[in-house]
């Protein structure tokens, strides 16, 4: 049931990074299609306004090219006699034309003159009705109406010559680069793009590409530039010339305009995961403490069923009528008594102080003391023990001067445990060995033992409160798992350190790091 909940939250938590992953995406790449795009239609921009400058100066140059000296006029003057006596008929023809660089413009004039009694003069002008004006004023206006008709038709002329001329220059020659940077930096500014950029006009001939001018050191990434087509009206579309422009410092400013969206994304997912962890740690941190408790309380029980036990059985023998309590028997019977409450006792007590500890109402008594000398009476009173065992004790105290500012009845029960320890787990007859060292400021208490060892990957749990190391339901070691965590907490109140150094079969060796004192 456990495992389950546990795959369900995992893939839900999945499922939500997956959809959040592809969000964050989808946003980062939506921004950054809106910058492609915005900044191709700016350099479309700037090339539609270089293409408009350049009519600008196309027109004022055709205007410019149409001179008065390639105006040309011709004309002649056929005088006929009239019908009538006194008349005569006076025939002016003239032509004039107009040459520029971009072709020729002719227009004819005829004006005929009567001298009869009747009609004083009669004219004939193009566009106008006979006897309207003078001779000469007629000449006049039609003047102004070819300069008129002159100046229409070149603002409505097509400039494709003109255009056709320009395509022959070199492109440095049609393009000022001065005025291409002022272009792109006005556009770009326009368009809200802060950034630095650098850019190239570059001429393609036959396949070969040629720089003509740019930005010092233009070395983009092809994947991050942006080019367009310059005039692209060009009717000479075998020279393709392109202007490229790319942004140095694009992916951070796309991740800045996406950090807004991004941002409080990433913030919550990583709440979220963050959350999931601590649930899934507590989870199984909890499941581990369901099976160190059950483990305790087995544990408990068979510690102290079996003093119970053998109290109930002593009881019942002084009780028996039919079991002669000789004086001898009653002794020894009472002493059985008196040692398992002893026992009873003293693991009940274990268990109160680690309560007691747990809750820190427990005060160290700091004084000045001689560790080697707590050492030797640990040792002196041990040994009955360890040769009732068939085992060896000994020590190596190394160290002359050994004082140091502690708790001394805490750092005597610190002794007894890891000895106790060592003699429970040996492996056949106990061989324990208790040595000293000075290192710096420190004095190291090393207890070795011959015993089963400790697997490695339980050596970083044995200082954790009722944890043993698991051994199935067989109960041939007594303990709660308390010892262990009893000498980590009282060390660590000591300002000193603890190392287990373990190998399974080949013994243990536990080190202590106490500080000493400096004269």
């Keep these: ?64 090219g149409s001179l008065p000296a390639g105006n040309r006029a011709s004309g002649n003057i056929d005088v006929f006699p009239g019908q009538g006596s006194g008349t005569a008929s006076i025939n002016f023809k003239f032509s004039f034309s107009e040459r520029n660089i971009f072709g020729s413009y002719q227009q004819d004039l005829q004006i005929e003159f009567d001298e009869s009694a009747d009609e004083k003069e009669k004219s004939r002008l193009p566009g106008t009705d006979l006897n309207s004006y003078s001779t000469f004023d007629q000449i006049h206006e039609y003047n102004l109406d070819l300069e008129r008709k002159r100046e229409t038709w070149l603002k409505d002329m097509n400039w494709s010559n003109y255009k056709i ?34 850019y190239a006009v570059r001429s393609s001939n036959q396949g070969k590409d040629k720089l003509v001018f740019g930005s010092p050191g233009y070395n983009p990434d092809k994947k991050q530039q942006y080019y367009s087509l310059l005039f692209p009206y060009d009717y000479d579309g075998q020279q393709p010339n392109y202007l490229y422009v790319y942004f140095p410092k694009r992916s951070g400013y796309l991740l800045r305009a996406t950090g807004l969206t991004i941002i409080p994304t990433l913030i919550l997912t990583g709440l979220l995961i963050g959350i999931f962890t601590y649930a899934i740690m507590t989870i199984l941190r909890q499941k581990k403490l369901s099976i160190i408790k059950n483990d305790f309380i087995n544990n408990m029980t068979h510690e102290l069923k079996t003093p119970i036990s053998t109290i109930s059985l002593a009881s019942q023998m002084l009780q028996d009528g039919t079991i002669i309590n000789t004086p001898k028997t009653v002794e020894h019977v009472s002493k059985v008594i008196n040692e398992e409450s002893k026992r009873l006792s003293f693991q009940v007590e274990k268990v109160l102080q680690m309560a007691v500890f747990n809750e820190g109402r427990l005060k160290m008594k700091f004084k000045e003391f001689n560790l080697n000398e707590t050492i ?75 015993g089963i060892g400790i697997p490695k990957e339980h050596q970083t749990q044995i200082f954790d409160r009722f944890y043993r190391v698991p051994t199935g339901n067989v109960h041939n070691v007594k303990g709660f798992g308390l010892g262990l965590s009893y000498v980590k907490q009282v060390i660590d109140l000591h300002n000193g350190k603890i190392k287990v150094d373990s190998a399974v079969n080949k013994g243990t060796v536990f080190s202590i790091f106490l500080p000493k004192i400096l004269k």
């Design 376 to 450: 030797r009476t640990v040792l002196n009173n041990f040994d009955i023990r360890i040769k009732n065992k068939n085992g060896a004790l000994k020590s190596e105290l190394n160290v002359q001067s050994t004082i140091i500012k502690g708790d001394e009845v805490h750092i005597t029960n610190v002794m007894f445990n890891l000895l106790d320890n060592a003699m429970k787990y040996s492996n056949g007859d106990p061989e324990i060995t208790v040595s000293t060292e000075d290192r710096n400021d420190h004095v190291v208490v090393m207890v070795k033992d011959n």
């Design 1 to 64: 049931m456990l495992l389950t909940l546990i795959l369900l939250m995992a893939v839900v938590l999945a499922g939500l990074i997956i959809v959040q992953t592809h969000l964050i995406k989808t946003v980062s790449d939506i921004r950054e299609e809106q910058f492609d795009q915005l900044v191709k239609g700016e350099l479309k921009k700037v090339v539609d306004h270089l293409e408009r400058y350049e009519q600008r100066l196309a027109r004022r140059s055709a205007r410019e």
């Design 165 to 198: 001329l320009l395509e022959g220059r070199l492109l440095e020659e049609r393009i000022d680069s001065a005025f291409m940077e002022q272009a792109l930096k006005n556009t770009f500014q326009e368009a809200g793009i802060n950034l630095d950029y650098k």
